[in-house]
């Protein structure tokens, strides 16, 4: 099979990977192999659901994703899937996701759920203690691992189901994209050591120190930033955190878009921030969302 590559309607750095139908017919036989319990408990199963998936695109999947994600150029892909037939299922489109995630590099523990993974529900009602949840509220501009001691590469969204959804929209930012980059970045506040902690639902017990803003290899500023999680220690970094905020919400350049049912985003971790609208209120509202992040193989 052919893997066509395009851009994004609203980016050229968004890359769009379209997965037909007859292309995904054929991993119905080889995914049926793998429970959704024996790809938690056994993870060299995992890296056989990348293999079937490549095979379909005769092994060009794999380098794609890589080239894509590393690119500073670029560094997003969404890959959006024909599923609208009831052969494929959610546990088809966990172990879609889980052969991405092996494609590029070894997903991170998620404390949260304890697995290799994340599903999580946004509701109409919530009692959650983070903003992931809080399905009226924007949630903000942000990276992923902010808290935790694992390095964080990249992170896949996939949006598992919803009903009752009206607004919500995807919002990411390139960091070369952003108008305060070079005033922030360059900030020496920015490239203190700040203390990150993480709600009681996250279950990370401890607490990690890092700048927002470090350096890439090639000398390009990088961030790691989440608003919920900073504790500053003192007012030069409470001010700095709220201009941080400010300037990234007011951004003129952030890529907003609907994502379908069954895609999923594919992103670097270090370059690009995401975050989502609110939702218009609807007692029916839920969406279904699956998490996984990780590292590149070395």
């Not at 890359?15 to 054929?26: N, Q």
């Not at 509701?123 to 992923?144: P, V």
Request: net charge positive; aromatic share 12%.
């Amino acid at each position: 099979m052919s893997l066509e590559i395009k851009d994004h309607k609203n980016s050229k750095r968004v890359k769009i990977i379209t997965l037909k139908e007859s292309e995904l017919d054929r991993l119905i036989f080889p995914f049926k192999k793998h429970t959704i319990t024996s790809l938690e408990y056994k993870p060299f199963s995992r890296f056989t659901l990348a293999k079937s998936v490549n095979e379909v695109f005769e092994g060009k999947l794999s380098g794609s994703l890589v080239k894509i994600l590393n690119d500073r150029k670029t560094g997003t892909v969404i890959i959006e899937p024909e599923i609208n037939n009831k052969k494929f299922d959610k546990d088809f489109l966990v172990k879609l996701s889980t052969g991405f995630a092996y494609l590029v590099g070894n997903p991170n523990f998620d404390s949260m759920t304890g697995k290799y993974y994340a599903r999580f529900y946004v509701k109409h009602q919530d009692s959650s203690d983070s903003y992931l949840r809080k399905a009226y509220t924007n949630l903000d501009l942000h990276t992923d691992g902010t808290y935790v001691k694992e390095k964080t590469d990249w992170l896949i969204m996939t949006k598992m189901e919803e009903q009752g959804v009206s607004g919500g929209e995807s919002v990411i930012l390139h960091l070369d994209d952003w108008e305060h980059l070079n005033e922030l970045s360059n900030n020496p506040v920015g490239q203190q050591n700040f203390t990150w902690g993480s709600p009681k639902s996250k279950n990370t017990d401890y607490k990690v120190e890092h700048p927002v803003f470090t350096k890439d290899k090639s000398g390009k500023p990088i961030i790691s930033y989440i608003d919920q999680f900073p504790e500053p220690k003192n007012m030069e970094q409470g001010l700095f955190l709220q201009r941080l905020s400010d300037c990234l919400e007011e951004s003129i350049n952030k890529v907003e878009f609907p994502l379908p049912v069954g895609s999923t985003i594919f992103s670097n971790n270090y370059f690009w921030l995401h975050g989502r609208k609110p939702f218009k209120e609807n007692t029916n509202l839920s969406r279904e969302l699956l998490r996984i992040r990780g590292t590149f193989f070395n």
